[in-house]
């Protein structure tokens, strides 16, 4: 049997990846493009106590996006496990 450490340390390695095979796509590339416009059009919008709050609203917008990925990508997990053992596939 599988532990939860071993589970995490495994679905730890298949998230990065799938993140690593996601940023090697064209559809990764365009969003970062937008992005990077992003901060170039808020670098000449705001003050720069302005722009370090924006930055850290979206810094915090990526680190909660991050955990949830990866509470997800976990639970996607546990849950093909769970329809894998009904369908008597997995004892």
Known sequence: ???????????????????????????????QEKRLRMNRECEGMFLEGERQFVEECFQLLEEISAKE??????????????????LGVLC
């Open 69 to 86: 990925k990866r509470y997800v990508y976990r639970q996607g997990m546990l849950d093909c496990v769970a329809v894998l053992k009904k």
């Open 1 to 31: 049997m599988i532990s939860e450490e071993e589970l995490g340390l495994i679905a730890g390695q298949m998230e990065e990846k799938a993140s690593r095979e996601f940023q090697a796509t064209g559809e990764y590339r365009l969003l």
